[in-house]
């Protein structure tokens, strides 16, 4: 296998950051191909902190090419700035590590505005609880040919240009939000300026990415996000505003679809979701607090408190699906000690009938209520464990029973944060 896709299979937060992590050391080329800054990557590396937004998770391993695909929104200003702070931290980032697009949209300080002027505007029920961050309407105008993008920034005339086709959608919107209008020549000058930063980075990515992949280089997709937030197969409106699934790598960075050899799910023992939106699994109660704070769910983002719920098998049989996932990885199992027993759930139940997916509607959503299983627990920690044997026959029961349900095998379990708690059963890279 030599190009791995990592995906989340549920709604982000899976783990992916080190997962993405540890497989980036098998790794030549790490790109990201969708999103946004409005991800959040935690990479715990010897006791050292890396968060990161923007930049792929190969930039903290020396001797690899990270890559931000087209596929991408970038925020230039926001790029800048984490590439100093990832600086400070010692990592060494240069075009020779680095490599942007030249036709990734760019992501503007309007964008940013809109997407929390409309959050505000919302009425109760209508507010996706987005990060915030711009994305949404950066996507829009990608998609309504609007977009200032990487390339425009090398030419004063054409980056005028774009800014004006811009603002002619979004004067007369602001004005409709009440919002004071653009100040068309400050945010010229501001893109002037931050363009000499940019710049250097941008490549004709597919180009290199083909060359790459032709002479046998190993490429690592990084998904941000997850696929329940995707645009088409997410829980719609409340996704983000991207393709999520894995299809989108190949788009993303403009590479064939066959060039996706093993595409890994990152899942977790249990179910998270920040924003608004359906949650069939959701537990208000106790044990709902309980996952919440043993699994310190807080978005690295936003800080905001995640909703924290039972492993849902049925909406993961629908994203191991929607992307073809080969293997999943599973991660954060000892949030799961110490509880007596533990709930999976298997199907749903819409008006006495049994569905084995979640429908589209929304009202059908609405009335969906999760059929249970129930497994035994266990009250030994699986913290830090290496092998199958350190886990306690009922943690290797509910992972074993997680895998016949999502038909999808395991190939990697993460048992702490730190990259060498992890259990190898197939090597994603594996020829
Ligand atoms: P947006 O991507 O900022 O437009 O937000 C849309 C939805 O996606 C909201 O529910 C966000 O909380 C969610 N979201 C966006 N990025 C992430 C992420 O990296 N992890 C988890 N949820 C996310």
Redesign the pocket.
């Known amino acids: 296998m030599a190009n791995v896709v990592v995906v ?1 299979a549920q ?3 899976e783990g992916k950051g080190k997962i993405v992590d540890w497989l980036s050391e098998r790794a030549d080329v790490i790109a990201r191909f969708q ?2 800054h ?4 935690t990479l715990v590396i010897d006791g050292k902190v890396y968060k990161l937004n923007a930049l792929p998770s190969g930039v903290v391993r020396g001797g690899k090419l990270s890559v931000i695909g087209n596929g991408v929104v970038l925020d230039p200003w926001h790029l800048v700035r984490e590439i100093a702070a990832i600086r400070d931290q010692g990592v060494e980032i240069t075009p020779e590590t680095l490599m942007i697009a030249e036709n990734t949209p760019l992501i503007l300080p309007i964008h940013g505005e809109l ?1 929390r002027a409309r959050e505000e505007a919302a009425s109760a029920g209508t507010k ?9 309407p950066a996507y829009e105008d990608k998609v309504g040919r609007r977009s200032v993008r990487v390339a425009d920034l090398a030419d004063a005339t054409t980056l005028a240009s774009r800014v004006d086709r811009a603002l002619q959608h979004h004067n007369p919107l602001r004005r409709g939000l009440g919002i004071a209008e653009v100040d068309r020549d400050a945010l010229i000058a501001q893109l002037n300026e931050i363009a000499q930063q940019i710049l250097p980075y941008a490549a004709p990515v597919w180009k290199v990415l083909n060359e790459q992949r032709k002479s046998g280089k190993r490429i690592l997709f990084e998904g ?3 696929a329940l ?1 995707d645009i088409d197969f997410g829980t719609y409106p ?5 393709n999520v699934i894995a299809g989108q790598a190949a788009t993303g960075v403009g590479i064939g679809p066959g060039s996706i050899d093993y595409v890994l799910g990152i899942v977790k023992a249990y179910t ?6 359906p949650f069939p699994t959701e537990l208000t109660d106790a044990d709902g607090q309980r996952l919440g704070e043993r699994g310190r769910e807080f ?4 800080g ?1 408190k ?1 909703r924290c719920g039972w492993f849902d098998a049925a909406l993961l049989r629908q994203t191991c699906a929607t992307s073809g996932m080969n293997g999943i990885a599973l991660t954060k199992l000892d949030v799961l000690d110490g509880f007596e027993t533990l709930k999976v759930c298997v199907a749903y139940d819409l008006d006495g009938e049994r569905l084995d997916y979640l429908p589209t509607a929304a009202e059908q959503q609405r009335r969906c209520v999760p059929v249970y299983e129930e497994l035994p627990g266990w009250s030994e920690s699986t913290e830090g464990a290496r092998s199958w044997a350190d886990l306690p026959a009922n943690a290797i029961k509910y992972v074993r029973r997680v895998e016949e349900l999502i038909e999808c095998p395991v190939a990697l379990l993460s048992t702490s944060p730190e990259r060498e708690d992890t259990i190898l059963v197939t090597d994603p890279f594996a020829d």
Do not use: K, P, Y
């Open positions: 989340g709604w982000g937060d999103g946004g409005n991800a959040g990557h997407d996706i609880g987005t990060t915030g961050r711009g994305i949404g941000a996000q997850g937030l409340f996704v983000t505003s991207s998270t979701r920040v924003g608004e939106g978005g690295t983002v936003t905001r995640r």
